[in-house]
């Protein structure tokens, strides 16, 4: 009895019951995921009349994009934003909260042009929409379009921000 006493503890120590199952693969792993990524990072903002900064960087193993924005001393806006790529949709989600009190849902993704579009959707209350657009991407830049439109078809800009890369 004493053996088998034995034997089990050993066979106990080598296999641990509490070892982790074989690892999977990131859950945010494909393509899609990685969408947005030309946005993360420090960057310098620039409009007309005024100047701030962004800065975006992946959260919750690498599923979740944050942007942390202040529009000082160029305005006074600050705000956070966190977005995710929805799978079962094969959409963007964007969720935007500020220091005046603003929060606008976004959906969209890239489109065939090599822009990045999110857009908020029509509600009764507020039967116009809104958009973002990220456009003239590049490794160090990019313009930043915020759209709004009445009838759904024509888009004009409302704020236009030029974005460089921050060196570090």
């Known amino acids: 009895m004493k053996k088998i006493i034995i034997a089990f503890l050993a066979l106990c120590a080598a296999t641990p019951a509490w ?8 859950a945010c792993a494909e393509a899609e995921f990685r969408q947005l990524d030309f946005w993360l990072g420090d960057w310098k ?16 193993e690498g599923c979740v994009i944050e942007e942390h924005f202040d529009g000082r001393p160029g305005q006074h806006l600050m705000g956070h934003s ?15 909260v500020d220091n005046e009190g603003g929060y606008i849902d976004l ?15 029509p509600r009764p ?4 929409a809104s958009r973002m657009i990220f456009t003239d991407i590049k490794p160090g830049s990019f313009t930043w379009r915020w759209q709004k439109t009445t009838d759904g ?3 004009a800009d409302s704020w236009v921000i030029f974005y460089t890369r921050r060196k570090n």
Request: a positive charge.
């Open 19 to 26: 070892a982790a199952p074989a690892s999977a693969p990131p």
């Open 107 to 121: 959906t969209g993704g890239p489109d065939a042009k090599g822009n990045f579009i999110l857009t908020t959707l």
């Open 45 to 60: 903002a620039a409009w007309q009349g005024g100047s701030g900064s962004n800065h975006i960087t992946k959260s919750y």
């Open 125 to 128: 209350a507020n039967p116009k």
């Open 153 to 155: 078809r024509t888009w």
């Open 82 to 96: 966190v977005s995710v790529y929805f799978a079962p949709t094969k959409q963007w989600r964007q969720t935007w």
